[in-house]
């Protein structure tokens, strides 16, 4: 049995991750971190865990944490973690970061799109990326991983086989994405309060959202290629659920049928990545740790689809694919 803590208990990541958590064979869930007084009890903070697990959620010290943990899935917001993510490392355990703390290349360019100096800075850029379907043997080896950002998740899993095997131009790749509201958190915001985003779409951030130097270093670290996509992400009226469209112009004269092939082909030993031929829907992935992808030749260009849940295939689900992998234990448990 593995000891596990989840820091950030709170939040929307950390009640779908014990959710999957509790359905694993080989986990005990040992402790759970708040910033709140009074220890609540798990099912007042997160009702639809009432009966399943009786644990309260407390506002400890690493020191503390670690004792009763061998692994840690840190669920905080960015510098939040890597505040702590050291100590942690220090004491032994593994390590699961949720934040962009450490999935960039370099503390520069988290600096220029984060703001602030890193406060571990010498981790970055040597630590595994948890993307299992493209950087597996480097996770299968690590202490501390990297969890994906959910937008990149959507637009890397497509692009990477897509750019590797020389079947789309580098330049000119525009990811377009809409998100379900979840994607914020559950920490309220004017612009993720229900009636300013309830029937409503709007792109934000745009030429500014910080997945957009996520998605670059990530296609260079795997497949040595520079990009430099455009990224532009919107706000739909659902609880959650990624929808990627993404646009580049073909390398090749390779058909659709024979794109499709190449993704399958690329993709023949990933469990959770399913090269489907309709257009997938966020209904598909719902609750899943599936990606279900396509590709179009629209007018010459190639228009690649893909969707994932955010708070599964997003978080908390590659997550547990990591912690599989770390462990030695299927990649499929529990998911
Ligand atoms: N939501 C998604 O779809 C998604 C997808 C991929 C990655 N992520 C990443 O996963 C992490 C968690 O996201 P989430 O959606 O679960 O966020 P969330 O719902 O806002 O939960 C984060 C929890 O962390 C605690 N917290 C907030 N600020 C903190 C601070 N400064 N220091 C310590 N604890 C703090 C809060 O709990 P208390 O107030 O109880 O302390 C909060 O409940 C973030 O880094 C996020 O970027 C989220």
């Not at 890397?156 to 789309?168: E, T, Y």
């Not at 997550?319 to 990649?331: I, R, S, T």
Request: aromatic share 8%; hydrophobic share 40%.
């Amino acid at each position: 049995m593995v000891r596990v803590a989840i820091l950030g208990a709170a939040g929307y990541t950390a009640v779908e991750l014990i959710k999957i958590l509790l359905r694993h064979p080989e986990v005990e869930i040992t402790a759970l971190t708040t910033r709140q007084e009074g220890e609540p009890h798990v099912a007042a903070i997160h009702p639809q865990l009432a009966g399943r697990l009786d644990l309260h959620l407390e506002n400890l010290l690493p020191a503390a944490v670690v004792a009763k943990a061998d692994c840690v899935f840190c669920c905080l917001p960015h510098a939040a973690s890597a505040a702590v993510v050291a100590e942690y490392l220090e004491h032994g355990v593994k390590v699961i970061d949720f934040s962009a703390d450490y999935r960039l290349d370099d503390v520069a360019t988290y600096s220029d799109w984060y703001g602030g100096t890193h406060p571990d800075p010498q981790r970055v850029g040597n630590v595994a990326y948890g993307l299992p379907e493209l950087f597996r043997e480097q996770i299968v080896n690590s202490q501390l991983v990297a969890n994906p950002g959910c937008f990149p998740t959507s637009a890397v899993l497509v692009l990477a086989p897509l750019l590797k095997l020389g079947l789309i131009e580098p330049d000119e790749i525009i990811v377009d994405s809409k998100t379900g509201v979840s994607r914020a958190g559950r920490t309220p915001k004017l612009t993720t309060h229900y009636p300013e985003c309830n029937e409503s779409i709007s792109a934000y951030n745009v030429g500014r959202h910080r997945h957009t130097p996520e998605i670059d270093q990530i296609i260079r670290r795997f497949a040595g290629i520079e990009t430099q996509v455009i990224f532009t992400p919107h706000l739909v009226p659902m609880d959650r659920g990624i929808l990627s469209t993404i646009y580049a112009r073909p390398k090749t004269d390779a058909g659709e049928e024979q794109l499709l092939e190449k993704l399958r082909d690329f993709y023949r030993d990933a469990p959770f990545v399913r090269v489907v031929d309709h257009l997938p829907a966020t209904k598909d992935t719902y609750g899943s740790n599936f990606c279900d992808m396509t590709v179009r030749i629209v007018r010459g260009r190639v228009v690649a689809f893909s969707c994932i849940d955010n708070l599964v295939k997003g978080a908390s689900g590659a997550a547990v694919q990591n912690f599989n992998l770390m462990y030695g234990f299927p990649e499929t448990m529990s998911l």
